[in-house]
T-cell receptor, first 111, second 113 residues
């Protein structure tokens, strides 16, 4: 099964770190983990991706376990504008492959 | 850098009709993927185009078809529309390399009545 597993919803206080978990226990060696978020009525926005090592960019950090069976997206200082549905996906984006999206995690940031 | 643009933003069609949705890729991207997103669900992969050919397809019937043009823009065509085709249709572009992330447009909201 190429899907990932995420909790349906999470809450976070504004200014605190939001840690969003994802399980991808059947991930293949050549598959990357990608994170996207979707704000109502917009297309999914790319956040970050990784293969084995932890990654950080201006939006977030991605922590991947050593066995690559799970990962955590960290938003270090959540704001109200981070309220969105967050999708963890996996894929190799080689010819003919596709990113498989589940239902994602609805993150609600409150003041 | 121009992002992915889709047209139209909204569309209403009647069951049995045909529809064409359009997508312009982000500058420098040569691969286009189309996704269908029903209300409350994650995006579902329809197909992918590279070098003007379909090179991957999800679990969608043949009445869903597409084209990619030399400038890497793309069209999604749906024939014999059904009520269940009502959804947000998303186009995403990328480089055709293993780690290149998809960059999505804001979609076309199709309503079939």
């Amino acid at each position: 099964d190429a899907k990932t597993t995420q909790p349906p919803s999470m809450d976070c206080a504004e200014g605190r770190a939001a840690n969003l978990p994802c399980n991808h226990s059947t991930i293949s060696g050549n598959e990357y983990v990608y994170w996207y978020r979707q704000i109502h009525s917009q297309g999914p926005q790319y956040i970050i991706h990784g293969l084995k090592n932890n990654e950080t960019n201006e939006m977030a950090s991605l922590i991947i376990t050593e066995d690559r069976k799970s990962s955590t997206l960290i938003l270090p200082h959540a704001t109200l504008r981070d309220t969105a549905v967050y999708y963890c996906t996996r894929g190799a984006n080689q010819a003919g492959t596709a990113l498989i999206f589940g239902k994602g995690t609805t993150l609600s940031v409150s003041s | 850098e121009t992002g992915v643009t889709q047209s139209p933003t909204h569309l209403i069609k009647t069951r049995g009709q045909q529809v064409t949705l359009r997508c312009s890729s982000q500058s420098g991207h040569n691969t286009v993927s189309w996704y269908q997103q029903a209300l409350g669900q994650g995006p579902q992969f329809i197909f992918q185009y590279y070098r003007e050919e379909e090179n991957g397809r999800g679990n969608f019937p043949p009445r869903f078809s597409g084209l990619q043009f030399p400038n890497y823009s793309s069209e999604l065509n749906v024939n014999a529309l059904e009520l269940d085709d009502s959804a947000l249709y998303l186009c995403a572009s990328s480089h055709n390399t293993p780690e290149s992330p998809l960059h999505f447009g804001n979609g076309t909201r199709l309503t079939v009545t």
